[in-house]
């Protein structure tokens, strides 16, 4: 009998009776949008639980990242990774911003702070930096460039829910921070995103652009963009909240299991476990080695076949994509660690209610996928 398919990732679906209460009552008071009680709610629920103090939700963490780029009116260059969700770099085109992309560390995958310097011209105005996989980036080493040239720092921490360092949340790095709540992230609320931001100034301004700039009544300060979450999706973050430590404790605990039945696998490599922070084993990325006997694709396709759904997560780079790879910065020359792993990473299946058997299962296909012979 065939085994049933497994995919890369499955939603956090709490039981779907204890949402029907949340959509009775928005039934009751009419409110579906505009800072509604579920929005506020979710706003300060989000503030406490993730150790910040400053919070503002969204549709979706693009706009929240297009938002984030408008509060601080950033222009011209912006120094950022090729090795991200595309999203990251489209933010930059759609402010009308030159991305200039520098490598990343192969220890990390997330921007190499030592290529960082060399990037800078006159005109960068900002760094935007990804915590990849929910590895934070070199942050305190990120900060000190920018502080000497006087740049911005905006992380795009759609990978980092609940990552945080000795000193707490890391999303309290930077000027500003960017959360995704995609149906695919760690926490979603179906479509969804946020801004974490340090003051109630920075806030205020937040809050204007994300609804079309007004002010008030009759007061447009800007052109804002409409990103405000709705209720469903706030009500739905609440819910889910009260199911995000067991969802996060449940990924530990595969992330550990994944690491003891991977080290006996010849041929791949692991990024190292996180060190000095807490990780949300929000993915399970592995590196097909130079040596092995297959090469990437071919261990991906094969897997496919066998019903193990895994993704080319990142592939291809950002700076190879037609409306980037004409930047200086988009040589691959320029870029030889994010290129190498690009071409080397696959993302394996990892979500809460992913069952023992089933990372076991994955790992033994992938053991077969190396080793087998494929046609085609
Ligand atoms: C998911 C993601 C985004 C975009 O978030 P959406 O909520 O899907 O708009 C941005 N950057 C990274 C790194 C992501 O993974």
Redesign the pocket.
Same mark, same amino acid.
């Given at each position: 009998m065939a085994k049933e398919p497994i995919f890369v990732t499955q939603p956090l679906l709490p039981p779907l009776e204890e949402f029907i209460p949340y959509l009775q009552s928005i039934w009751d008071n009419k409110i579906l949008t505009n800072n509604g009680p579920f929005h506020n709610q979710l706003e300060q629920a989000l503030c406490d639980y993730l150790g910040v103090e400053h919070l503002a939700l969204f549709a979706? =963490? $693009? *706009?929240? *990242?297009l938002t984030a780029l408008q509060t601080l009116r950033i222009r011209d260059e912006v120094i950022t990774t090729p090795y991200? &969700?595309v999203? $990251?770099a489209h933010t930059l085109l759609w402010n009308n911003i030159k991305p200039v992309f520098v490598d990343i560390d192969p220890k990390t995958c997330n921007l190499d702070p030592a290529k960082i310097e060399d990037a800078i011209t006159p005109k960068t105005t900002a760094i935007l930096a !990804?915590h990849?996989y929910g590895v934070p980036c070199a942050i305190e080493k990120i900060q000190q460039i920018a502080d000497i040239y006087g740049l911005k720092v905006i992380f795009?921490a759609? /990978?980092a829910f609940g990552v945080r360092d000795s000193g707490g949340s890391i999303l309290r790095h930077g000027d500003l921070s !960017?959360l995704? &709540? /995609?149906a695919?992230?760690v926490f979603n609320t179906f479509? =969804? =995103?946020a801004i974490i931001c340090p003051d109630a100034k920075t806030k205020e301004r937040i809050n204007f652009l994300k609804n079309f700039g007004f002010a008030n009544e009759v007061t447009v300060m800007a052109p804002g963009i409409n990103g405000k979450m709705n209720e469903v999706s706030a009500a739905f973050g609440l819910l889910q909240l009260k199911y995000i430590d067991s969802a996060l404790q449940r990924r530990k605990e595969i992330e550990i299991l994944y690491r003891q039945a991977l080290s006996a696998v010849p041929g791949i490599s692991l990024l190292p476990p996180a060190e000095q922070t807490s990780a949300n084993s929000a993915y399970m990325p592995i590196l097909i080695n130079k040596d092995a006997e297959k090469t990437r694709d071919a261990v991906y396709y094969a897997m496919k076949k066998a019903g193990i759904h895994g993704r080319r997560y990142f592939h291809p780079l950002i700076s190879d994509m037609p409306m980037y790879r004409r930047l200086a910065s988009a040589k691959q020359e320029n870029l030889s660690v994010a290129l190498d792993i690009s071409r080397r990473v696959i993302c394996l299946p990892i979500y809460p209610t992913l069952s023992h058997a089933e990372v076991l299962r994955i790992v033994e296909t992938l053991a077969t996928a190396l080793k087998k012979q494929v046609a085609g």
């Amino acid at each position: 009998m065939a085994k049933e398919p497994i995919f890369v990732t499955q939603p956090l679906l709490p039981p779907l009776e204890e949402f029907i209460p949340y959509l009775q009552s928005i039934w009751d008071n009419k409110i579906l949008t505009n800072n509604g009680p579920f929005h506020n709610q979710l706003e300060q629920a989000l503030c406490d639980y993730l150790g910040v103090e400053h919070l503002a939700l969204f549709a979706n =963490g $693009t *706009l929240a *990242l297009l938002t984030a780029l408008q509060t601080l009116r950033i222009r011209d260059e912006v120094i950022t990774t090729p090795y991200s &969700f595309v999203a $990251t770099a489209h933010t930059l085109l759609w402010n009308n911003i030159k991305p200039v992309f520098v490598d990343i560390d192969p220890k990390t995958c997330n921007l190499d702070p030592a290529k960082i310097e060399d990037a800078i011209t006159p005109k960068t105005t900002a760094i935007l930096a !990804v915590h990849c996989y929910g590895v934070p980036c070199a942050i305190e080493k990120i900060q000190q460039i920018a502080d000497i040239y006087g740049l911005k720092v905006i992380f795009d921490a759609a /990978h980092a829910f609940g990552v945080r360092d000795s000193g707490g949340s890391i999303l309290r790095h930077g000027d500003l921070s !960017v959360l995704s &709540f /995609h149906a695919t992230k760690v926490f979603n609320t179906f479509e =969804g =995103g946020a801004i974490i931001c340090p003051d109630a100034k920075t806030k205020e301004r937040i809050n204007f652009l994300k609804n079309f700039g007004f002010a008030n009544e009759v007061t447009v300060m800007a052109p804002g963009i409409n990103g405000k979450m709705n209720e469903v999706s706030a009500a739905f973050g609440l819910l889910q909240l009260k199911y995000i430590d067991s969802a996060l404790q449940r990924r530990k605990e595969i992330e550990i299991l994944y690491r003891q039945a991977l080290s006996a696998v010849p041929g791949i490599s692991l990024l190292p476990p996180a060190e000095q922070t807490s990780a949300n084993s929000a993915y399970m990325p592995i590196l097909i080695n130079k040596d092995a006997e297959k090469t990437r694709d071919a261990v991906y396709y094969a897997m496919k076949k066998a019903g193990i759904h895994g993704r080319r997560y990142f592939h291809p780079l950002i700076s190879d994509m037609p409306m980037y790879r004409r930047l200086a910065s988009a040589k691959q020359e320029n870029l030889s660690v994010a290129l190498d792993i690009s071409r080397r990473v696959i993302c394996l299946p990892i979500y809460p209610t992913l069952s023992h058997a089933e990372v076991l299962r994955i790992v033994e296909t992938l053991a077969t996928a190396l080793k087998k012979q494929v046609a085609g």
